[in-house]
């Protein structure tokens, strides 16, 4: 019989000015082809990833180009501690620039979250092993916006982030 599911939240460390994107994997080569996508998607994107393996040694592989990220993908990963789940932490850059690489890689399985939000990961645990049952990403909503809200969003995406000058 199987003992009962244990419950965790789990929090991400977020340096600053970094995305997050959390996914799910099923091959030992993963740092590897998330390693390429990255790298080639840009030459000015900073960016650490980390692998829970799920099988043999079951180590966290990792990679990166930026210590500081790789370190902190790397404890993010030691948290979940969930085979076959891929954490990459992105500076100089934004998910919305690499999703498409990394859904493209061929085993990639999921993606959980690709924020800069504060993220929490609910991870559960059977007798086997963690996995990742959904994530947290930022606040609750607090209203609708208005139209001095529509102005700014537009403003935030055409004057700081460059879309549809």
């Known amino acids: 019989m199987s003992e009962p599911v244990k ?14 994107i959390v996914g799910h994997s099923h091959f030992i080569k ?3 082809d998330l390693y ?9 994107f900073e960016f650490g990833i ?9 180590l966290i592989r990792w990679d990166g180009n ?3 990220l ?7 990963a030691q948290k979940i501690s969930a085979g076959h789940t891929f954490v990459i932490l992105l500076r100089k850059g934004y998910p919305i620039n690499v999703l498409n690489r990394i859904k493209d890689v061929q085993e990639v399985c999921r993606i959980y ?13 059977t007798d086997m092993g963690r996995g990742v049952a959904g994530v947290v990403d930022g606040y609750p909503s607090k209203g609708v916006e ?5 102005a700014e969003r537009k403003a935030l995406l055409r004057d700081i982030i460059g879309y549809k000058r």
Not at 36 to 44: D, G, I, K, R
């Open 146 to 150: 208005e139209e001095s809200h529509i």
């Open 7 to 20: 419950w965790e939240v789990v929090d991400m460390e977020m340096p600053d000015d970094c995305n997050i």
């Open 30 to 32: 993963t740092v590897e």
């Open 70 to 76: 790789t370190d902190a993908a790397i404890r993010n």
């Open 66 to 68: 930026a210590k500081d």
């Open 50 to 58: 980390a692998f829970c393996e799920a099988s043999g040694p079951c």
């Open 36 to 44: 390429e996508a990255l790298v080639t998607a840009s030459p000015t």
């Open 113 to 125: 979250a690709a924020t800069a939000n504060p993220l929490q990961l609910l991870v559960f645990e």
